[in-house]
Nanobody
Framework: QVHVVESGGGLVQAGGSLRLSCAAS???????MGWFRQAPGKEREFVAG????????LYADSVKGRFTISRSNAKNTVFLQMNSLKPEDTAVYYC?????????????????WGQGTQVTVSS
């Protein structure tokens, strides 16, 4: 069992930055972690993922070059640094944990989810 809690969302102007955090507890050893987002009326979409070692990362094309995922296993925390934010980045952002990364861009790959944190980017 893994419990995850997101934090760090808020309101920011276009071009600004936010750093999201995901605190994980429980059986986190070896877990693959991902960030997803869901805007009103849209499906949940993959944003970024990171392996246990941190040596392998994956990004959606829409955020590549602007967002950076990282993790501190000592602190059981995953981060999502979001720069050059755009209004279309507005969504609820979710952190998720998976035992393996068979299909890391698919929500069905992940067993454990947080409650989400709202990110709003104003134009």
């Amino acid at each position: 069992q893994v419990h995850v809690v997101e934090s760090g969302g808020g309101l920011v102007q276009a071009g600004g930055s936010l750093r999201l955090s995901c605190a994980a507890s429980g059986r986190t050893f070896g877990s693959y972690m991902g960030w997803f987002r869901q805007a009103p009326g849209k499906e949940r979409e993959f944003v970024a993922g990171i392996s246990w070692s941190g040596g392998s990362t994956l990004y959606a094309d829409s955020v590549k070059g602007r967002f950076t995922i990282s993790r501190s296993n000592a602190k059981n925390t995953v981060f999502l640094q979001m720069n050059s934010l755009k209004p279309e980045d507005t969504a609820v952002y979710y952190c998720a944990a998976a035992a393996v990364a068979r299909t890391p861009t698919s929500p069905s790959n992940y067993l454990y989810w947080g409650q989400g944190t709202q990110v709003t980017v104003s134009s």
